[in-house]
């Protein structure tokens, strides 16, 4: 039998380390770390987002200057156990994360105290990080993986032909270029087919397809940039849907008739549209 004194011993011991276990905080629910990066040692994950499509304004030059990247979203928030001590200060976290980051092929595009902009490809894609660290050793992970939209609302020829007999103009959700460029992403297929819809539909109607633009860059560039990609749609419903071109004319606005401001990106978004209007 062993003495009492040792059985109290071992029943003490096991109370410290039972207590030092609950000690510990746990991630909270649902959440995980991100498979681009491990944690810092001794983190937890206070909590997490996760959305199919958001967007973040990431800061990548002086001046606050952003460049805003919208696809798959994370924010991750780890926080220092209480037992950790002494806690990493935010310039030791930020070298773990540049180091990481530049090993994985990736680049520090900003950097400033507290807080970094990183951007990686993976699998041909763009994945941008926001890093931000405070002194009490907490850290905060935004992480968006760019991809456009899967568009799960789009304007059916019925509306359209709605649209043209009321007002005589109609915008056209789901039609999507890269930006600067006048090719038609393979995700506006079906907005374009539905336009196609619409003319087969009705065989006398003749439409003006209009490009329009938000008032980044020059006024001569948006003229020409609104012109081209008219006229990429236009090509799209001869070419795929054999719609006779003497029923159709490109013409492109540019910035001048925004449908909201061109003061933030939320605006700007909705002036960058193709429109159909009724000849």
Request: net charge positive; glycine share 8%.
């Amino acid at each position: 039998m062993k003495p009492l004194s040792t059985v109290w011993m071992g029943a003490l011991m096991l109370l410290v380390l039972a207590g030092a276990a609950a000690g510990q905080q746990q991630d909270a629910r649902e959440c995980k770390d991100h498979p681009l990066f491990t944690r810092m040692p001794g983190y937890w994950i206070h909590s997490c987002i996760e959305r199919q499509f958001d967007a973040f304004d990431f800061i990548v030059g002086p001046n606050r200057k952003t460049n805003h990247v919208e696809g798959q979203y994370w924010r991750i928030n780890y926080y220092p156990q209480n037992s950790l001590n002494p806690k990493p200060g935010d310039l030791q976290i930020q070298r773990n994360f540049q180091n990481a980051v530049q090993k994985q092929g990736g680049k520090v595009v900003w950097t400033e105290k507290a807080q970094d902009t990183y951007m990686l490809v993976k699998d041909g894609v763009e994945v941008w990080v926001n890093l931000r660290a405070e002194f009490t050793g907490k850290y905060f992970l935004t992480i968006v993986q760019k991809q456009a939209m899967v568009q799960d609302i789009v304007v059916d020829a019925a509306a359209l032909a709605q649209g043209l007999a009321a007002e005589g103009h109609m915008a056209v959700e789901g039609i999507y270029f890269d930006t600067g460029k006048a090719v038609i992403k393979p995700e506006s297929a079906q907005a374009i087919g539905e336009i196609a819809g619409l003319l087969k539909s009705d065989p006398t109607l003749k439409v003006f397809v209009v490009g329009h633009t938000d008032s980044v860059s020059t006024v001569e560039v948006n003229l020409k940039l609104s012109q081209d990609r008219a006229q990429a749609v236009l090509q799209a419903l001869v070419s795929q849907h054999g719609i006779d071109p003497a029923r159709l004319r490109a013409h492109g606005c540019g910035p001048f008739a925004p449908v909201a401001t061109n003061a933030t990106e939320a605006g700007r978004a909705k002036n960058r549209r193709v429109e159909l209007v009724k000849q």
